[in-house]
């Protein structure tokens, strides 16, 4: 048994999942993650293909979990009895509000004390602004920081006897980006990953951004399967030209194509990364 339960200091949960990211987490490792966000806008910023979501809401439905500290003491308890994995917890500032810092403090004790007798590990989102200094200490000694480094991509556990002043810097979120006028987001050309150090669970973060904005990648995610790292490299640097070609396609569409039904269908055809060659005859040849 080695489970264990971290702090990621985040204001919201687009940061949240931003440092998620940065996670070398294996793509066979059960996930779950529980928050104030519906599935519907969770969309926006998480690949939930693979994550069981639960939405914390007085509401009742499938995938709802209501923010009662005991059904939600009991949902976690009856989780880690069984099998290993990974658990993402978010919302502690709005539960906080609705049951006070003494009673959610006791419940991390609790999941923290169940957890060590698990093969499971707990990440919670603690926003450093809605807590004073001795809430932060008491939860950070339960559930120390976990300092995501994201330029660098280290991480390391700060000891409970540091400084809690000395926060991680805040970070630009990644999930922001640029939209065209109908609201989807604009295809931009990210920088090309190098081979060397390349591993699976960088791809993985490349098809999330790319499926961000809206692109299908289902061919190249048939390749996270693969043990050989130069194979699935060299699929990588396949759809990397695709991704390449269908972003000059889509600036060159959305500033001389005038005709609405024609620029939508071809718009489609982009994010689908289909017809390329196609749509590069017709719109890039005399």
């Given at each position: 048994?080695?489970?264990?339960?971290?702090?990621?200091?985040?204001?919201?949960?687009?940061?949240?999942?931003?440092?998620?990211?940065?996670?070398?987490?294996?793509?066979?490792?059960?996930?779950?993650?529980?928050?104030?966000?519906?599935?519907?806008?969770?969309?926006?910023?998480?690949?939930?293909?693979?994550?069981?979501?639960?939405?914390?809401?007085?509401?009742?439905?499938?995938?709802?979990?209501?923010?009662?500290?005991?059904?939600?003491?009991?949902?976690?308890?009856?989780?880690?009895?069984e099998g290993e994995g990974i658990i993402f917890l978010e919302g502690l500032e709005w539960l906080t509000s609705l049951h006070g810092f003494e009673s959610v403090h006791s419940m991390i004790r609790t999941i923290s004390e169940r957890i060590s007798m698990s093969d499971w590990t707990v990440y919670i989102a603690i926003s450093p602004s809605s807590f004073d200094q001795r809430e932060l200490s008491?939860?950070?000694?339960?559930?120390?920081?976990?300092?995501?480094?994201?330029?660098?991509?280290?991480?390391?556990?700060?000891?409970?006897?540091?400084?809690?002043?000395?926060?991680?810097?805040?970070?630009?979120?990644?999930?922001?980006?640029?939209?065209?006028?109908?609201?989807?987001?604009?295809?931009?050309?990210?920088?090309?990953?190098?081979?060397?150090?390349?591993?699976?669970?960088?791809?993985?973060?490349?098809?999330?951004?790319?499926?961000?904005?809206?692109?299908?990648?289902?061919?190249?995610?048939?390749?996270?399967?693969?043990?050989?790292?130069?194979?699935?490299?060299?699929?990588?640097?396949?759809?990397?030209?695709?991704?390449?070609?269908?972003?000059?396609?889509?600036?060159?569409?959305?500033?001389?194509?005038?005709?609405?039904?024609?620029?939508?269908?071809?718009?489609?055809?982009?994010?689908?990364?289909?017809?390329?060659?196609?749509?590069?005859?017709?719109?890039?040849?005399?």
């Open positions: 048994m080695s489970g264990r339960m971290y702090s990621i200091q985040a204001e919201n949960s687009a940061e949240f999942v931003d440092k998620i990211d940065q996670l070398d987490l294996s793509i066979d490792t059960a996930q779950i993650f529980v928050s104030r966000l519906p599935p519907s806008r969770l969309l926006d910023v998480l690949d939930i293909s693979s994550i069981r979501c639960y939405w914390l809401t007085s509401s009742q439905g499938v995938g709802t979990l209501e923010p009662s500290l005991e059904k939600i003491n009991h949902f976690l308890e009856s989780t880690l009895g008491r939860i950070y000694r339960e559930a120390p920081v976990l300092n995501v480094t994201i330029d660098e991509q280290q991480f390391t556990e700060m000891e409970s006897s540091q400084s809690q002043h000395d926060h991680p810097a805040n970070i630009r979120s990644s999930l922001e980006m640029d939209l065209n006028e109908d609201g989807t987001p604009k295809l931009v050309m990210l920088t090309k990953l190098p081979k060397s150090g390349f591993t699976k669970q960088i791809l993985q973060r490349r098809i999330l951004q790319w499926r961000r904005m809206g692109l299908d990648t289902a061919e190249v995610e048939s390749s996270l399967y693969h043990e050989d790292i130069d194979l699935m490299y060299a699929e990588y640097i396949q759809i990397e030209e695709n991704v390449r070609r269908a972003v000059e396609l889509e600036r060159y569409i959305l500033a001389d194509v005038k005709d609405t039904q024609e620029r939508t269908v071809a718009l489609f055809r982009i994010r689908q990364l289909t017809g390329l060659d196609e749509l590069e005859n017709r719109y890039f040849l005399d």
